[in-house]
């Protein structure tokens, strides 16, 4: 396999058969298992991140890097089938962060989070108010019989937002998480639980989204860490981490036992 200089960004799809490179010229994508590559697009700049859906044809994009390949501001739906451009959606600020499920597009600005329809000629359907939120923290649930979304709250930077897209205009959920600002989140595959972890990134916890208590305690480590990474196995039975530190955990949901941390 020809080594990738100038990487940006990697990200899995929504059930991790694939997963795609962001480089400082165009992207790649490729499948899991077996581990090989699938799709490149060279392109004249550099993208940030990319966002899958499944294995569906469209994939959005954020310009970035020393020469973006997009203004910094607009996110881009690519069809891969036809190697082009067929949306753009042009926002106010820079893009921080993109989420897809099959009916919603989901951009992520410093302070605001819109949500707009899937279609040809997407409409902004939501905005909702955030933390700062340089690092486009955000995650949207594929799931057909789940629409929930998660992002920092706007009454504090350590705790999660929980809205259900199918319900907007009902009671958000609101789930203090950590005492210090959100580095990380994650949802499951239904959506049920969700983990997270803080700046310090010592402690994970995972929370039941529909009452917002606390099912897990996972601790990291004791030095401090950033963490890049949280993801659920498929079943939820397994949380992997991965942080600065050169090192990936993996924790098994089954087996750990409850337990607070001050």
Not at 40 to 48: C, D, M, P, V, Y
Not at 98 to 111: C, F, N, S, Y
Not at 157 to 163: D, E, K, L, R, T
Request: with cysteine.
């Amino acid at each position: 396999m020809r080594s990738i200089s100038g990487v940006l960004s990697v990200s899995f799809n929504q059930d991790f058969g694939c997963f795609a490179c962001g480089l400082d010229s165009g992207f790649r994508v490729f499948n899991t298992d077996p581990l090989k590559h699938s799709y490149e697009e060279k392109l004249s700049g550099g993208i940030a991140k990319v966002e899958m859906l499944f294995r569906c044809n469209y994939i959005a994009l954020i310009g970035g890097g020393s020469t973006p390949a997009f203004p910094t501001n607009v996110v881009v739906i690519w069809d891969v089938v036809n190697r082009k451009e067929v949306v753009r959606l042009e926002m106010s600020g820079d893009v921080n962060g993109v989420r897809l499920r099959r009916d919603r597009i989901v951009v992520v600005l410093e302070t605001t989070v819109h949500v707009f329809s899937f279609t040809d000629n997407p409409r902004q359907l939501h905005v909702f108010d955030s933390s700062r939120n340089p690092r486009g923290i955000c995650c949207l649930c594929p799931s057909s019989d789940n629409s929930l979304l998660a992002f920092p709250s706007p009454s504090s930077p350590s705790a999660v937002m929980c809205i259900n897209l199918g319900e907007p205009d009902a009671p958000s959920r609101n789930i203090i998480a950590h005492m210090r600002p959100l580095s990380a989140i994650s949802l499951n595959s239904t959506g049920t639980q969700i983990a997270t972890a803080s700046e310090k990134g010592t402690i994970i916890r995972v929370f039941d989204t529909m009452t917002c208590t606390v099912l897990r305690e996972l601790r990291r480590g004791t030095n401090p860490a950033i963490i890049f990474c949280l993801n659920f196995s498929s079943d939820s039975s397994m949380l992997c981490v991965s942080s600065n530190h050169n090192t990936v955990h993996l924790f098994s949901l089954n087996e750990e036992k409850k337990k607070k941390t001050p």
